[in-house]
């Protein structure tokens, strides 16, 4: 797996990191014995740096593995965006995409039950557009306020520093907007073979706008070429007793060999008249758009076939936000993607420095020109140009109004702090995914819920309880009978509401 230089390589002197050549590497002593001199600056410059190598972890999806790819264009989207990368068919963009597991640290296993990151940058001729996603096509919460309380439940205990199931199920009981997420962790896809085997999804609702200023509401889905590939339990666990680092071994070994792994890039849309009258809030980010309803519309090929040639410069150092658009791509007013579109570009500025965009494997490939300047770590690009706007000198970089996104109208809107729990139907589709499922994975679905669940307090056990029988009857009763609770202790007529609930769910009142 090494690619390291051979021995024939010329030997280049050893150098300070002012590049002035070292002698002997040998730490400098009054006598063979010690002391150390202070002088010996070669060595105190190397354990600062040594003190100085990790920068912060990222708080969530801190492991990961990255490749670099291309993205080709194999059908007209020209009618529902101006985007320039997407404006012909066989036009390429470069590519990184960087996949990750959610709650683990930087040491932590590949092959967990996780949600897996699905993060991809582009770097389009007219800017880098980042598509932030996941390996599914929800999210376990629709209010950013509950974002960060939930990774708290995902994370350690505070007195234990365990992982804690009690509080993982506290949270989801009480939130059952998460019920959809949970129903995927916990099905057949929550342990996925190798990043090669998974899908992506952008989640969010995303706009387009095509060049005669026309906007839709689009969501973007990579969907595998080598096969959806999945973990039983038992599998993962010989696997990460072998292997801690399964999936990065397997994406750079296939991609050192030439097996480049492909996604087919889909977008679903739906025009602004259609999203007044779904049934669903359609920028629920809890929630999909029925493929019935609205079909897939193929867009492209997406093939990753470099590798980083330095993990730590171009995996870790690699900085996605949702809030780098281009022209013809905009968000929506998903309240998760409005978070999002401030939280991640402000966390790049605390791992990484207010110039992160200068790091190469963020660097856009097309012209930057603009006034912001300075700051840590600047590569100084703009030599004397102007630093300030409006300016009279020519040739200085200036709006072009063709470029400006088109008013959104937005009706008459209420200012206020909506409930995100409350008053939503969280059962329908959670509900549609569970009878997709055939008899025996319904059974390991089940299953892994209650091993999981039966280490919570038994009052979250029935609340939570209350909500697979929302979903569906069968879905509750497997989960009751497997957690040893006689739903006969139920008073009749919650159970009775459940199950008429549950059953105008799946459409039989
Ligand atoms: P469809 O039958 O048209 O689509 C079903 C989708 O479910 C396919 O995209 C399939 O992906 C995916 N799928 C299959 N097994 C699993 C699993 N274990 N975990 C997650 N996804 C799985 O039905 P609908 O569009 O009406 O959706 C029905 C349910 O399917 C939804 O409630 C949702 O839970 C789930 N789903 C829907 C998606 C959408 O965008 N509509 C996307 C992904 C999941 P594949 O083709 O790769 O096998």
Known sequence: MSNQKGSNAPQCPLTTANGAPIGVQQALTAGPR?????????????????????????VVHAKGSG???????????????????????????????????????????????????FAVKFYTEEGNWDLVGNNTPVFFVRDPYKFQNFIHTQKRHPATNLRD?????????????????????????GIPATYRHLNGYGSHTYSMVNNEGDRVWVKFHFKTMQGIKNLSDDEASRLIGDDRESHQRDLYTSIARGEFPKWRVCIQVMTQSQSETFRWNPFDLTKVWPHAEFPLIEVGVLELNRNPENYFAEVEQAAFKPSALVPGIGSSPDKMLQARLMSYADTHLHRLG???????????????????????????????????????????????????????NLGQVVVDRFDSTGGHDDYTQPGNLYRMFDESHRDRLTTRIAAGLSQA?????????????????????????????????????????????????????
């Open 67 to 117: 490749a670099y790819g291309i993205f080709t264009v194999t059908h007209d989207v020209t009618r529902y965006t101006k985007a320039a990368f997407l404006s012909s068919v066989g036009k390429k963009t470069e590519t990184f995409l960087r996949f990750s597991t959610v709650a683990g640290e930087r040491g932590a296993a590949d092959a967990e039950r996780d949600v897996r990151g």
């Open 457 to 509: 307090r038994k009052e979250i056990q029935l609340r939570q309880l209350c909500h697979f029988f929302r979903a569906d009857a069968d879905y509750g009763s497997r989960v009751a009978k497997k957690l040893g609770i006689d739903t006969a202790a139920f008073a009749p007529s919650t159970l009775q509401e459940l199950k008429h609930e549950a059953a105008v769910g799946a459409g039989q009142p």
């Open 165 to 189: 199931l009690d509080m993982q199920w506290d949270f989801w009981s009480l939130c059952p907007e998460s019920l959809h997420q949970v129903t995927i962790l916990m099905s057949d896809r």
């Open 34 to 58: 010690g002391p150390v001199l202070m002088q010996d600056v070669q060595l105190l410059e190397q354990m600062q740096h040594f003190n100085r190598e990790r920068i912060p972890e990222r």
């Open 354 to 408: 207010v110039n992160h965009h200068q790091i190469p494997v963020n660097k856009p490939r097309c012209p930057v020109m603009n006034y912001i300047r300075d700051g840590a770590i600047t590569d100084g690009s703009y030599g004397a140009a102007p630093n300030y706007w409006p300016n009279s000198h020519s040739g200085t970089p200036r709006p072009s109004p063709a470029h400006a996104d088109p008013a959104w």
